[in-house]
């Protein structure tokens, strides 16, 4: 049974110890926009899976970061979402999987089970 959140309210998702992230909910106009987001139309044809998975990823996290805890500069200070920042944080190989994992993937596996075949009646 799918289970409807029609609260439509930004969540937080803690991506690594006292590292979290305030996300927009993963609804279709947000992956819409990213899906033609220029950064994400800009992948050339024959790049890599991995590297179209973090253009999408960092084009979809810079739609949906509203806010952040516990990320600051080279100097320790606390700083505020930026696309450049964000991005920097996505660089990071277990922010990026956790950010995957946590936000991305509920919505790809919803669209991977409409894809199944139904059982015949």
């Known amino acids: 049974m799918l289970t409807l959140d029609l609260s439509n309210e930004p969540r937080w998702h803690e991506l690594a110890p006292s590292v979290r992230v305030q996300l927009r909910p ?20 024959e790049a890599s899976d991995e590297e179209r998975a973090l253009a999408f990823a960092k084009a979809l996290a810079r739609r949906a970061v509203l806010a952040w805890e516990g990320v600051g500069d080279a100097d320790g ?3 505020d979402p930026s696309p450049e920042a964000i991005d920097a944080l996505l660089d990071i190989w277990p922010i990026f999987e956790a950010f995957q994992l946590s936000y ?18």
């Open 77 to 79: 200070n606390p700083i």
């Open 104 to 121: 991305v993937s509920k919505g790809l596996l919803l669209e991977q089970e409409k894809n199944a075949s139904a059982p015949l009646p």
């Open 26 to 45: 993963l609804t279709t106009a947000l992956m819409v926009a990213t899906r033609s987001d220029p950064a994400v139309e800009a992948v050339p044809e």
